[in-house]
């Protein structure tokens, strides 16, 4: 940022008039993409072997029904039965592939399987960032395209969305693939490419990120006018291919839907019905939040780069008014178009009453554009060595210390966050090791074939099936809780003998989230139970949740890990990791309960 050397202002576009336009000298990346792979590989890679399950909807909804689809057996939620087929098995599929493929190859397991796809998705949504940061450096500016990569790899956000096995996710991929295309116009428009992205991200991950392409359909829209007929006409063929490409994948997913649910079932409008037009209650049954739900949420997981996104807009016409350029209407309207994605996002979910963090995830990479945006504007702003002006009075060593301390800073919370997470709520990921034992010294896992692991009031906690070993199943005893729990694949096989538990209907289920009494097993049959303790709590505990921990005349404690507790402890040490030092008031500590895998004694309920 010295005086001499001012930072390069954002290009120019050029908006070419047919698919045939004249070909532009590529930009010269920041850094070398491959380079760029990399550093997103390794964060997301980080995310993969240590990001806890932090929805029990990746648990239920996708890692059980991808488990059913490999070893035969598996929870099953209401979203699956044919009766109401709001789930697409083609997207399920592509997950069992990939951890089908960890089968074939040395010292495999079920564990192995679960980390071997989130492997995959590392390397996925680090391809997917490779080309969205090649896009914005050479179609925006290079400066624009590290902070892309720079905020990405350190946010707490990427953290938690990079390699969740969540639609929610995957349209993030999507929608990073589809943005790049329609915001690269070198080579001709690719409106048609990016078109087939975003569908392919709605119709077999989440409908409503459909919505992300609304932007840049308008932008093809309003420039078709602005040019000649034939021009016109070709904008008309993009759209209309991207229309087809979607129809094409809806129909493989039709199809591929009639194999698994034996009716006509489209699981993409099926979502958008419930979520809409449902006369049951929709999700608001699951749980209402305030507006300011997404502010909070999106303040912790980007902080000061949820700021700077939130200013993206304001920022660019303030420098419009004060600092005009030559760039045209188009160049201008086409800015617009990158930063209102995110608005519009964050627009439509926070008018939502029902809330959750996984909503986000598909305009994640948008928000991270549009804090880059910002502070590419706050930096050239800062630039300006013009000594009649107040920014260029401030001497250029100053403006470079205040600038490095700010993002330095926010680099060291976003760290302490995503070390905090990892502390806090890895437990359930590591307690079933013993069930395994170690093949190295030789040691068998304790427990057998038929036997239950069971689960009450940790029942959301339950990290899937893919934790216990062959034929040991999951069951749940009664809790406070009174929602609907999930059932089981039917493991018949009748038919042609393939995955008959996809379309057999199962007992119980319903889309009012009314308990199901079947759906508890008595805790005199479970071999294994899995319960938290909170010694700092002081109220009693409820009827059926009793502190099976510290029952030792009935149960053995196998394992435990810690465990917070974010009811006792304070918001400074639930929101980021605190060391454990004398230093630090009593006050401000984080406050510890044990996540345990217990194992019933002998005579038990007989």
């Keep these: 940022m010295a005086d001499s050397n001012p930072p390069p202002r954002t290009q120019q576009f050029s908006h070419p008039v047919s698919s045939h336009a004249k070909k532009k000298r590529p930009s010269i990346y920041p850094i070398q993409p491959i380079s760029a792979f990399y550093c997103f590989l390794i964060a997301n890679l980080v995310a993969a072997l240590f990001a806890p399950i932090q929805d029990c909807d990746e648990t239920f909804n996708y890692w059980e029904p991808t488990h059913y689809l490999s070893h035969g057996y598996g929870l099953q939620t209401w979203e699956y039965s044919p009766e109401y087929g709001i789930r697409s098995w083609l997207y399920i599929a592509l ?15 079920k564990v192995a399987e679960f980390y071997f796809v989130r492997y995959g998705l590392a390397a996925i949504c680090a391809l997917c960032q490779t080309i969205m940061f090649m896009v914005t450096s050479s179609t925006l500016n290079g400066r624009i395209g590290m902070i892309f990569l720079l905020v990405t790899i350190t946010s707490p956000g990427n953290f938690n969305a990079s390699t969740a096995f969540l639609p929610s996710s995957f349209a993030m991929y999507t929608c990073m693939l589809g943005a790049a295309a329609c915001m690269n116009w070198r080579g001709g428009l690719k409106t048609s490419q990016g078109l087939a992205w975003f569908a392919l991200g709605a119709i077999l ?7 992300l392409c609304f932007p840049f359909v308008f932008e093809e829209i309003v420039f078709s006018f602005f040019t000649d007929k034939d021009a016109f006409i070709e904008s008309l063929l993009r759209l209309g291919r991207g229309f087809v490409a979607g129809l094409v994948i809806l129909t493989l997913d039709f199809f591929f839907n ?12 099926n979502i958008v019905k419930y979520n809409i037009f449902s006369s049951a209650g929709g999700p608001d049954l699951y749980g209402t939040e305030p507006w300011t739900y997404y502010f909070k949420n999106l303040t912790l997981n980007f ?4 700021i700077l996104a939130l200013l993206a807009f304001p920022l660019f016409v303030l420098q419009k008014i004060t600092s005009p350029s030559n760039q045209g209407f188009q160049s201008g309207l086409r800015t617009v178009v990158f930063m209102a994605p995110f608005y519009m996002w964050l627009a439509i979910f926070t008018a939502q009453p029902h809330k959750e963090e996984r909503f986000m995830y598909p305009a994640y990479p948008l928000l991270v554009l549009n804090a880059s945006l910002s502070l590419h504007m706050v930096l050239s702003a ?6 009649k002006t107040l920014v260029g009075k401030i001497p250029a060593r100053l403006k470079l210390f205040a600038v490095s301390t700010v993002i330095f800073l926010s680099l060291d919370i976003s760290l302490l966050r995503i070390y905090g997470i990892y ?12 069930l395994w034992g170690d093949s190295q010294s030789g040691q068998a896992g304790i427990g057998g074939e038929g036997d239950f692991v069971c689960f009450g009031k940790e029942w959301y906690r339950f990290p899937s099936s893919y934790f216990l070993p062959r034929d040991m199943h999951a069951k749940f005893v009664r809790s406070e809780f009174r929602g609907l729990l999930p059932g089981e694949f039917s493991e018949a096989r009748t038919g042609f003998g393939l995955f008959s538990g996809a379309w057999l209907p199962t007992n119980g289920l319903n889309d009012r989230n009314e308990e199901d009494m079947s759906k508890y097993t008595e805790l005199r049959t479970c071999s ?18 009793p502190d099976y921990v510290g029952d030792q005349e009935n149960w053995e404690v196998v394992a435990c890990e810690r465990f917070l507790d974010s009811a006792t402890t304070h918001l400074l040490a639930r929101t980021m990791w605190v060391p454990e030092i004398d230093a630090i008031p009593a006050k401000y500590k984080r406050k510890w309960g044990r996540h345990c895998l217990l194992k019933r004694k ?3 309920g007989s």
């Excluded at 997950?95 to 397991?109: D, E, K, M, T």
Aim: hydrophobic fraction near 40%; charge should be positive.
């Design 95 to 109: 997950y069992a592939i990939v951890g089908n493929f960890r089968r074939i190859l040395p010292q495999s397991s």
């Design 205 to 211: 991950g989440w409908p409503f990120a459909g919505a």
């Design 258 to 269: 009639l194999f698994f649910f034996k009716k006509a079932v489209v699981p993409s409008w």
């Design 303 to 306: 902080n000061i780069w949820f």
């Design 382 to 387: 800062l630039g300006n060595s013009d000594p």
């Design 423 to 434: 502390t806090a709520y890895s437990a359930p990921l590591k307690i079933y090791s013993p």
């Design 528 to 545: 294994f139970l899995v319960d938290t303790q909170y010694p700092e709590r002081s109220e009693p505990l409820p009827p059926n949740e």
């Design 602 to 604: 002998k005579g038990l």
